[in-house]
């Protein structure tokens, strides 16, 4: 992992990683989206981290794809078409690594997410957001419809609202972007960190492997008929109640005022 330009901390079962390239205002290049494939990879294997903060040095949360790398993109011999679509699928297998992680992953959001940062913000979890952030698809204003963020964005609020969005390149308050969906908690700047630690640690405090599991299901049962749903819920819940820490915690409750 580049720790120049993605920083990892980790306290209390969490782990905090810091897009750091402000300077380019935090923007998914090459080396940032390499940078976070790696972070995932080792995130999925460790056992000791129960939460996942996702947060942004400077100014802004993420501008979105390097565009100066992109225009890069479009000469020599193996550039164009195929160094786009690579570049669109690596960008995708970081987006998809998210929920498949088995932590919570909490987006803390203090500044502007534009495309491909929109994106990455509705790919996380939870998000926590200052008061001043502002969420934008605005990539049809220089000509280029946010087609990719648009998946990840239209899981995450209703489809006429994000339609809206991507046709006119209007960014949204964090207060709409709360009613819509995409923000959990929208609060005052200086709070910012304060609360997306209590959160952190209010989900850090729950049986690690109850949460895990919860998250898998969660994004297993979404899409699926009524029916199968339940059915594959209801498996989990079995396997859950089996875990001998259920049933000590269980034991617990039932005998707290004893």
């Not at 056992?47 to 400077?58: D, E, F, N, S, Y």
């Not at 929920?99 to 495309?115: F, T």
Request: charged share 20%; with cysteine.
């Amino acid at each position: 992992m580049a720790a120049d330009i993605l920083l990892r901390e980790d306290s209390e079962g969490i782990a905090t990683l810091t897009l750091n390239a402000p300077a380019r205002l935090n923007a998914l290049s090459d080396a940032m989206l390499a940078a976070l494939a790696d972070a995932f990879a080792a995130l999925a294997e460790d056992r000791g981290t129960k939460v996942v903060i996702l947060r942004a040095a400077g100014k802004a949360f993420c501008a979105g794809h390097d565009l100066r790398e992109m225009q890069a993109g479009r000469a020599g011999p193996d550039r164009g078409a195929a160094w786009f679509g690579g570049l669109f699928a690596r960008c995708a297998a970081v987006m998809q690594a998210i929920p498949a992680l088995p932590q919570p992953v909490i987006a803390e959001v203090q500044g502007v997410a534009a495309a491909a940062g929109c994106q990455l913000v509705a790919s996380c979890d939870l998000v926590v957001a200052a008061e001043s952030a502002r969420f934008g698809v605005n990539g049809v204003n220089i000509g280029l419809f946010c087609s990719t963020p648009m998946v990840a964005l239209t899981r995450a609020i209703p489809a006429r609202a994000a339609f809206e969005m991507l046709t006119t390149g209007e960014f949204i308050t964090a207060a709409r972007a709360r009613e819509l969906g995409l923000v959990n908690r929208a609060v005052p700047p200086e709070r910012l960190r304060e609360e997306t630690l209590a959160l952190a640690r209010s989900i850090a405090g729950k049986l690690g492997p109850a949460v895990r599991i919860g998250k898998r299901a969660f994004y297993d049962q979404l899409g699926l008929p009524l029916a199968e749903a339940y059915r594959l819920t209801g498996a989990v819940m079995v396997e859950n109640m089996l875990w001998r820490e259920t049933e000590a915690g269980i034991d617990a409750f039932l005998n707290r005022d004893r």
